[in-house]
């Protein structure tokens, strides 16, 4: 097989293990109705209770505004809740509820068992290596522009992008 077909089948296998990963978490996590970003905002207010929405755009260096949105979903879904800070009311403190704390519980065992599965049968030894290989990968896709970001803004170009595109096929840009 020459260079250029198996980098191909190499790249559509990646792809195909990316959805095929997603596809197993959202159905694990389905009952609670969460979109792909939230279990992180909602693992990150648990793990720093009291927070504010500023703190959770920081940690997933995306803008406040994509924030506000997730998190009035999930107020509504009953799963954190907004306490206003009496000295200044334009400051929010994020706090999970009950249902919330069993959401991330829940939703982060459905996410490992899928891990689990994914590797299973893939020795120590394999894993490690794998995990090397991934890594290398991601250091020679990793330009400065992306370098220092992590997965959330990764993502959240990812659909700036694919917003733009569309914008730009619709000829409204």
Do not use: W
């Amino acid at each position: 097989m020459d260079q250029m077909a198996s980098a191909r089948r190499i790249s559509h296998g990646i792809g195909r293990v990316m959805v095929l990963h997603r596809l197993h978490v959202q159905r694990s996590t389905a009952p609670y109705h969460l979109y792909g970003g939230q279990l992180p905002i909602l693992d990150f207010i648990g793990a720093h209770d009291g927070c504010t929405q500023k703190d959770v755009a920081d940690f997933m260096q995306v803008s406040p505004p994509s924030i506000a949105t997730s998190v009035k979903r999930m107020q509504k879904a009953g799963l954190l809740e907004k306490v206003s800070n009496e000295r200044d009311l334009r400051c929010n403190r994020l706090s999970l509820t009950e249902e919330g704390e069993r959401a991330v519980t829940a939703c982060k065992a459905g996410f490992d068992a899928v891990t689990l599965q994914m590797l299973d049968g893939f020795s120590p030894e394999e894993r490690e290596a794998l995990s090397s290989y991934i890594g290398r990968m991601i250091r020679n896709l990793s330009t400065e522009e992306y370098r220092r970001r992590n997965i959330f803004s990764l993502l959240e170009e990812e659909k700036v992008c694919h917003a733009k595109q569309q914008k730009e096929g619709a000829g409204l840009v």
